[in-house]
């Protein structure tokens, strides 16, 4: 069963932390992505890599960077975190070439509240 | 740029009640359209896709077909389920710029099924 994890379900930070949020695939896919989603508004799409240490900014990079290491983890970074990065984050993975025809794997998602 | 807009809901129905999900789109070239799927405390998974107009895309009694002169892609199931009950995300893939495509989601729709 082809799998996508996500390091945490809910996590609670404090504005200013710096804050990683995990994600790891078992399915040897090339692309990876991270998405914030928010009611009424679907999913964003924040950064997504195309190979190791390869990167690309998505619609909302601000605030946010990326590190892709190894093909199997993709790791969000929020540098200092703020309020208006409270939301559910969604990690995603898809095979190489264009997501118009490879269907995207998601992870079951972070919550993340900011205090 | 392009786009995706779908009604928000929430939609309640009775099982076995008929189901549509309209979704209509804007875009530029020639996109691929899918509908993904969210289950309580899940990401997301795909449910069905078209990649050409007039194409049909099925998948657990569901249907979408691609219509190019209307831009619409609208979800259908002609009894529902209980188990039917989650969010559901109209999407479509917008070919950019650079070698790397990607994928615009609407802001969902949440399903109800009440026995």
């Known amino acids: 069963d082809v799998k996508v994890t996500q390091s945490s379900r809910y996590l609670v930070k404090r504005t200013g932390e710096k804050v990683f949020l995990e994600c790891v695939q078992d399915?040897?896919?090339?692309?990876m992505f991270w998405y914030r989603q928010d009611p009424g508004l679907g999913l964003r799409l924040i950064y997504f890599?195309?190979?190791?240490?390869?990167?690309e900014k998505g619609d909302i990079p601000e605030g946010y960077s990326v590190s892709r290491e190894k093909k199997e983890r993709f790791s969000l970074i929020l540098e200092s975190a703020s309020t208006n990065q409270t939301s559910m984050y969604l990690c995603?993975?898809?095979?190489?070439?264009?997501?118009?025809?490879?269907?995207?794997?998601f992870g079951p998602g972070t919550r993340l509240t900011v205090l | 740029g392009d786009s995706v807009t779908q009604m928000e809901g929430p939609v309640t129905l009775s099982e076995e009640a008929f189901l549509t999900i309209n979704c209509t789109y804007t875009?530029?070239?020639?996109?691929?359209l899918f509908w993904y799927v969210q289950y309580p405390g899940e990401g997301l998974q795909l449910l069905l896709k078209?990649?050409?107009?007039?194409d049909k895309g099925s998948n657990k009694g569901f249907e979408a077909t691609y219509r190019k002169e209307t831009t619409s892609f609208h979800l259908e199931k002609g009894s529902v389920q209980v188990s039917d009950s989650a969010v559901y995300f109209c999407?479509?893939?917008?070919?950019?710029?650079?070698?790397?495509?990607?994928?615009?989601f609407g802001p969902g729709t949440s399903l109800s099924v009440i026995p």
């Open positions: 995603a993975s898809s095979e190489a070439g264009s997501v118009g025809y490879n269907e995207q794997f």
């Open positions: 399915m040897d896919h090339e692309n």
């Open positions: 890599s195309y190979d190791v240490k390869m990167k």
């Open positions: 875009a530029t070239g020639y996109p691929s």
């Open positions: 078209a990649t050409k107009a007039d």
């Open positions: 999407a479509l893939s917008e070919v950019m710029k650079t070698s790397y495509d990607k994928v615009i």
